[in-house]
C-alpha cells in the first residue's frame, strides 16, 4: 500500500524557520508531481507550492520568497524549507502526490495526514 507520511511541523516564531518532509512508501516506480497544500480551520485548502518531476518549483504568491519545495528521487521525499514563517502561515501542510507504481498504474491526488505547523509568539 503506498503512503504518504509527513513530518517535522511545530510551533516557531514569527520569523523563524521549519523544513517540512514528506516521505512515500510502497511499490513506487516515480512521483511526477509533488505538492504541498495547507488548510485553517474553515477556509479551503490552499496549494502552496507544487514540483514537478524535472520541472521548477511553483509557488503560491504569499509563500513566494520565502518557502522553497525541492525533492529527492532517489528517496521518494519532498521537503518544503519555509524561512520568515508568519503567522498567517498557521496551518495544517498536508502533501499531495501522482505517481506510477511499479505495475505501471497510475495513482493520482494521493494525501498524507497532515502536520500543524503554528507561528506564534
Known amino acids: 500500500q503506498v503512503q504518504l507520511v509527513e513530518s517535522g511541523g511545530g510551533l516557531v516564531q514569527p520569523g523563524g524557520s521549519l523544513r517540512l518532509s514528506c516521505a512515500a512508501s510502497g511499490s513506487i516506480f516515480s512521483i511526477y508531481m509533488w505538492r504541498w497544500y495547507r488548510q485553517t480551520p474553515g477556509k479551503q485548502r490552499e496549494l502552496v507550492a507544487s514540483h514537478p518531476s524535472g520541472g521548477d518549483g511553483g509557488y503560491a504568491d504569499s509563500v513566494k520568497g520565502r518557502f522553497t519545495i525541492s525533492r529527492d528521487n532517489g528517496k521518494n521525499t519532498m521537503y518544503l524549507q519555509m524561512n520568515d514563517l508568519q503567522p498567517g502561515d498557521t496551518a495544517v501542510y498536508y502533501c499531495?502526490?501522482?505517481?506510477?507504481?511499479?505495475?505501471?498504474?497510475?495513482?493520482?491526488?494521493?494525501w498524507g495526514q497532515g502536520t500543524q505547523v503554528t507561528v506564534s509568539t
Open positions: 499531495n502526490a501522482d505517481l506510477v507504481l511499479r505495475n505501471s498504474d497510475l495513482l493520482t491526488d494521493l
